[in-house]
């Protein structure tokens, strides 16, 4: 049991640690240079959240039906999932077209040599960090309530 509490908090923390500094790699007022190499790690970062967010999902699943944590009907329980389907919805729903858009000006050849980003794309930058504020503040929220969830 203790080992199965230990991969699931290690594949959460793996899991939505990179939605923490997401909007640290794409923060605003970043030049096109500074912007191609964030958004490059960026790029590289996503593969954690979808392996480590699904084991966490599975994990979780078994922690609840063979440990002493009541119900999947608890509060808490509830509160977690909908807190976590939050943030796969604004990561992936709102946050990647956003950020797609974006890397298709970034990556495009003849952008390479810009150092400025255009007025829209600084734009859809500021968005794009403000939207990774929202996931990483649901994130917190997730993570208070796997912390203070009652026993």
């Not at 480590?52 to 009907?73: C, P």
Request: aromatic share 12%; hydrophobic share 55%.
């Amino acid at each position: 049991m203790k080992f199965l509490i230990l991969v699931h908090v290690l594949s959460a923390i793996i899991g939505v640690g990179p939605t923490f500094f997401a909007h640290v790699l794409l923060r605003k007022n970043q030049n096109a240079v500074q912007l191609r190499q964030s958004m490059a790690l960026s790029q590289t970062l996503n593969f954690f959240p979808k392996i480590g967010g699904s084991i966490a999902v599975l994990t979780g699943i078994l922690l609840v039906i063979i440990g002493n944590y009541g119900s999947f009907l608890n509060l808490w329980l509830i509160g977690s999932l909908i807190i976590y389907i939050l943030i796969q919805i604004v990561v992936i729903g709102i946050i990647d077209p956003n950020a797609k858009k974006l890397a298709g000006w970034v990556f495009d050849e003849n952008n390479k040599e810009a150092v400025d980003l255009p007025k829209e794309q600084s734009q859809l930058l500021s968005k794009i960090s403000n939207q990774f504020y929202f996931a990483t503040a649901f994130g917190v929220l997730l993570f208070i309530l796997m912390i203070w969830k009652p026993l």
